[in-house]
């Protein structure tokens, strides 16, 4: 194909060597981007598992503004940083608890986790929602939601 060209429009050999080796690497640029892509794609994604989902309290019940501990046993596939968005949940009413960055390091590990209940909540029933997005590659996000158990606010 290039000879066709090199003869109709009189391309020099020295020019037609520059015009195949810049095709080539073209071709390997190509190659090596889309090589890239599709690992990106194929990638694990699943960043945090949790294993006692529901997550359990030590207590089933605690006063406005006390401390309420949640056990959480967790593995972490990786040590990518992920956003911790967090609300409590009531019968009638959803509080929205302040975002944190989650930086913990890749292990398998049971934590105690302890949240000041709010002093806006009234008596009732309550749980916690946790939702995580971890991003683990330009193409993809992990995002995992699980909740507590069920605790009442007296």
């Known amino acids: 194909m290039i000879q066709f060209f090199s003869k109709r429009f009189n391309i020099s050999p020295k020019t037609e060597r520059m ?5 080539l690497l073209v071709t390997l640029i ?10 990106w794609l194929w990638q694990p994604s699943k960043v945090i598992t949790i294993y006692n989902e529901p997550i359990p309290t030590l207590k089933e019940a605690a006063n406005v503004g006390d ?4 056990k959480i046993k ?4 990786n040590g990518s940083t992920g956003n ?7 019968n009638r009413t959803v509080t929205l608890l302040p975002s944190y960055t989650d930086v913990t390091p890749k292990s398998c590990n049971t934590v105690l986790d302890p949240v000041a209940l709010p002093p806006q909540l009234k008596p009732g029933v309550y749980y916690i929602v946790w939702q995580v997005t971890y991003p683990v590659n330009p193409l993809k ?3 995992t939601e699980f909740r507590s158990r069920d605790f009442t606010i007296k």
């Open 74 to 77: 967790y593995c972490k596939a």
């Open 19 to 23: 015009i195949f080796n810049a095709g």
């Open 30 to 39: 190509s190659i090596v981007f889309i090589a890239v892509i599709l690992a």
């Open 84 to 90: 911790v968005n967090w609300y409590i949940v009531g």
């Open 67 to 70: 401390t309420i501990v949640f």
């Open 141 to 143: 996000i992990d995002y």
